[in-house]
């Protein structure tokens, strides 16, 4: 069974920093496109960041551009979020997704850790 788990968030105040991680298995993702989303209450979800299968290729909404940074260990079969400077607009539950064919369809998602920043 295939399941993505993710795991770092917490409550901390703005301009700190979180990492958080997304640990696979059932099967390795080191070849597809995975993703970070999120969704803050009251909103719809969405894209955070976007990491290519080698890692080489990264993509970010703008609100976190400088901020945020993705990565993967495919060695680990694990991806990551580092974020600094966290901002109270950063407030939300966070997502992992795998992509078998690319985006926009994602065919696997984590059930989500909670980010909460203070002001």
């Known amino acids: 069974q295939v399941q993505l788990v993710e795991s770092g968030g917490g409550l901390v105040q703005a301009g700190d920093s979180l990492r958080l991680s997304c640990a696979a298995s059932g099967r390795t993702f080191s070849s597809n496109y995975m993703a970070w989303f999120r969704q803050a209450p009251g909103k719809e979800r969405e894209f955070v960041a976007g990491?290519?299968?080698?890692?080489?290729?990264?993509y970010y909404v703008d609100s976190v551009k400088g901020r945020f940074s993705i990565s993967r260990d495919n060695a680990k079969n694990t991806l990551y979020l580092q974020m600094n400077s966290l901002k109270f607009e950063d407030t939300g539950v966070y997502y992992c997704a795998a992509s078998l064919r690319g985006p926009p369809k994602y065919d696997y998602w984590g059930q989500g850790t909670q980010v909460t920043v203070s002001s």
């Open positions: 990491i290519s299968g080698s890692g080489k290729f990264t």
